[in-house]
């Protein structure tokens, strides 16, 4: 593929060229069909089903929002569908857990604030499963006060977000699990 890459940018650079050469730019565009051409019809139909070598597709991509406002319900869905992912959504860290025994998922939104069962309890709940404790988990929090941050990630978060979520912050931290689990 780097060949390929290489080509391209020759061609590139010969285009740009204020007296670029017509017949150069021929022959390296022939040259590059030729190399097109001998790349194996295998990766073309992975490519076409959308599987792209290393990144997982989004829509193949399960999160789990455990989240009891629905306010937040709401900007949390609208947030990951403007990303092209979807996620299903649980009122509390009971339901949640439920959820995640019956289902598998890639990811889960945890809120720290939940009835019935909060975001701690939850947590320690999926570490000590041996089913669910390689599950990756962004704590959702309200203003974090000092400390606070320390305490989730030693409950067994991998990350956490504080409220209001930035958009651009949830979508590094989920593309980053994305290219990873591809
Ligand atoms: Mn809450």
Same mark, same amino acid.
């Given at each position: 593929?780097?060949?390929?890459?290489?080509?391209?940018?020759?061609? =590139?650079?010969?285009? =740009? &060229?204020?007296?670029?050469?017509?017949? /150069?730019?021929?022959? $390296? $565009?022939?040259?590059?069909?030729?190399?097109?051409?001998?790349?194996?019809? /295998? %990766?073309?139909?992975?490519?076409?089903?959308?599987?792209?070598?290393?990144?997982?597709?989004?829509? =193949?991509?399960?999160?789990?929002?455990? !989240?009891?406002?629905?306010? *937040?319900? /709401?900007?949390? !869905?609208?947030?990951?569908?403007?990303?092209?992912?979807?996620? &299903?959504?649980?009122?509390?860290?009971? +339901?949640?857990?439920?959820?995640?025994?019956?289902?598998?998922?890639?990811?889960?939104? $945890? =809120?720290?604030?939940?009835?019935?069962?909060?975001?701690?309890?939850?947590i /320690?709940?999926?570490r000590?499963?041996?089913?669910?404790?390689?599950?990756?988990?962004?704590?959702?929090?309200?203003?974090?006060?000092?400390?606070?941050?320390?305490?989730?990630? *030693?409950a067994g978060c *991998?990350? %956490?977000?504080?409220?209001? +979520?930035?958009?651009?912050?949830?979508?590094?931290?989920?593309?980053? $699990?994305?290219?990873?689990?591809?």
């Open positions: 593929m780097l060949e390929v890459y290489e080509l391209a940018l020759k061609m =590139d650079e010969e285009a =740009d &060229r204020k007296e670029g050469d017509p017949q /150069r730019l021929r022959t $390296l $565009l022939e040259e590059l069909k030729s190399l097109v051409r001998s790349i194996p019809g /295998r %990766y073309f139909k992975e490519t076409e089903a959308g599987v792209r070598p290393g990144i997982k597709d989004r829509r =193949d991509f399960k999160i789990l929002l455990a !989240e009891d406002n629905k306010m *937040n319900q /709401r900007l949390i !869905e609208a947030l990951l569908d403007r990303m092209d992912l979807e996620c &299903r959504i649980a009122a509390n860290g009971k +339901i949640a857990l439920d959820m995640l025994r019956e289902d598998s998922y890639d990811l889960l939104l $945890l =809120d720290m604030q939940m009835p019935e069962m909060d975001g701690m309890e939850t /320690r709940h999926i000590s499963d041996e089913e669910l404790k390689d599950l990756y988990v962004i704590a959702l929090t309200a203003q974090a006060m000092k400390g606070d941050a320390e305490k989730i990630i *030693n *991998n990350a %956490y977000l504080a409220k209001p +979520i930035e958009k651009d912050k949830l979508n590094e931290m989920i593309n980053s $699990l994305l290219v990873n689990n591809g």
